[in-house]
Structures are given as C-alpha cells and as structure tokens.
C-alpha cells in the first residue's frame, strides 16, 4: 500500500523559512516525478515544484521561483521543500504527489498524479 506523509507544516511570520517533508512507503521516488501542490482557502490546488530524479530534473511554478527548492534525498526515500522569504499569500495546505513520470509541460496536471498524501498547513501572517 502506497502512502505519503507530509510534515514540516506550520505558522511563521512573512520573511521567514519552513521546510516541508514527504516521505513515501511502499513507494520509490527514484525514477519518478514527485510533486508539491498547494490549496489556499477558496482557491484551486495549484502545482508549486517537482521534481523528476530520472531526468535530474525540476520544475517551479513562477509565484516561488528563487524563493522555494524542492530535493531528493533517495536514502530517505523522501522530498524536501525548502521555503525562504515567505509571503502571507504562501498560505495554503500543502500536499505531496507521486506519478510516473513528468515533464515541464505535465508536472503541474494535478489530475495525472497517482497517489498523494494528506497535506500540511502553512500559514504565513505579515
């Protein structure tokens, strides 16, 4: 059985950093395309990074270029999303997503994603 955890979720004051973390069991991320999606309130989920380790590859959405990294840590079997200089509007429920494989115009179609996990609240005040 495939399951995703997020963690790392919290509350933190506009400027500052979180990193989130999603680990998989019965599941590898290495050779495929893992994401990370958020939802804020009354809004759509929308994609935020992925990354695909077969290509050694990723991929941001272009509200968190240059502020957000999404990593690999294949030991851990786990990825990692490091959030700096935090903005209110990064408020969301953030999710973790796995699918096969992706690429720069797929990573963000939420719908072609296999499997996801529960989420992590981030609430970014100013």
């Given amino acids: 059985q495939v399951q995703l955890v997020e963690s790392g979720g919290g509350s ?3 400027g500052g950093s979180l990193r989130l973390s999603c680990a998989a069991s019965g599941y590898s991320f290495y ?3 893992i994401g ?4 804020g309130p009354g ?10 380790s077969g290509a050694e590859t ?3 959405a272009d509200s968190v270029k240059g502020r957000f990294t ?7 079997n786990t990825v990692y999303l490091q959030m700096n ?7 969301a429920i953030y999710y973790c997503a796995a699918r096969w494989l992706c690429n720069s115009r797929s990573w963000e179609k939420r719908y072609e994603y296999s499997y996801w996990g529960q989420g992590t609240q981030v609430t970014v005040s100013s």
């Avoid at 990370?36 to 939802?39: D, E, G, P």
């Avoid at 809004?43 to 695909?52: F, H, L, S, T």
């Avoid at 200089?85 to 408020?91: A, H, N, R, Y």
């Fill in 36 to 39: 990370w999606f958020r939802q």
């Fill in 31 to 33: 050779s495929n395309c």
């Fill in 85 to 91: 200089s935090l903005k209110p509007e990064d408020t």
């Fill in 58 to 60: 990723t991929f941001y």
């Fill in 43 to 52: 809004k759509e989920r929308e994609g935020v990074a992925a990354i695909y």
């Fill in 70 to 76: 999404i990593s690999l840590d294949n030991a851990k």
């Fill in 12 to 14: 933190v004051q506009a």
